[in-house]
Every structure is written in structure tokens, then in C-alpha cells.
């Protein structure tokens, strides 16, 4: 069993840039690949970015490509995205997964509470 908790979400102005985290509970954080999507109201929730396990493997939306980065420390049991060049359609709510690599949320058996992410224009 993997508990995750997401952190690092609030309030900044387009082309602002925020770090989110995730915390993973349990000793098999290594093991899984792990993965942002996120959430707008009233919107189904879309995949962001994904990390292999290894860390050697990253695929990123379109919408977001060359702005965020994901990145993962292993001994931390961290996984981290970073969004720069923030834009008012990046608010959404921001979900931290983990599970198998894949950009489908049934590729994910794992995930956070989420947390929000407001871009102000």
C-alpha cells in the first residue's frame, strides 16, 4: 500500500512559476512509476506527466511541454513538478499517482488528495 500527499499548490500570476510535491509513504516508492494529472471544474482529469521508476523515462501532455519538468528522488520518496511560464489555464486541481507507466488514470492504482493550483491573469 502507497499513501501519497501532494504539496506546494496556491495562488501565482501567469508566467509564475510553482514546485509541487508528492510524499510517498512505504518502502516501495522505487518500485513505481509515478505520475501528475489534473483536474479543472467541471473537467474530466487529464495526465500531465509521467516519471519511470528509474527516473530515466519522462512523457509530458503537449499543453505542458517545454514549461513543466517532473523529476523523482527515490531516497526521499519524492516526485516533484516543476511548472514555469505558468498560464491561467493551468488552474486545475493537481493529482500526484502512482502505478504502472502510462498517461490513463487506470494506470494508476495510487493517488493523492490533490492540490490547487490557481493562475491568476
Known amino acids: 500500500q502507497v499513501q501519497l500527499v501532494e504539496s506546494g499548490g496556491g495562488l501565482v500570476q501567469a508566467g509564475g512559476s510553482l514546485r509541487l510535491s508528492c510524499a510517498a509513504s512505504?518502502?516501495?516508492?522505487?518500485?513505481?512509476?509515478m505520475a501528475w494529472f489534473r483536474q479543472a471544474p467541471g473537467k474530466e482529469r487529464n495526465f500531465v506527466a509521467y516519471?519511470?521508476?528509474?527516473?530515466?523515462?519522462?512523457d509530458y501532455a503537449d499543453s505542458v511541454k517545454g514549461r513543466f519538468t517532473i523529476s523523482r528522488d527515490n531516497a526521499k520518496n519524492t516526485v516533484y513538478l516543476q511548472m514555469n511560464g505558468l498560464k491561467p489555464e493551468d488552474t486545475a486541481v493537481y493529482y500526484c499517482?502512482?502505478?504502472?507507466?502510462?498517461?490513463?488514470?487506470?494506470?494508476?492504482?495510487?493517488w493523492g488528495q490533490g492540490t490547487q493550483v490557481t493562475v491568476s491573469s
Open positions: 512505504g518502502r516501495t516508492f522505487s518500485t513505481y512509476s
Open positions: 516519471i519511470s521508476a528509474s527516473g530515466s523515462s519522462t
Open positions: 499517482a502512482g502505478g504502472r507507466i502510462g498517461a490513463r488514470t487506470s494506470d494508476y492504482a495510487y
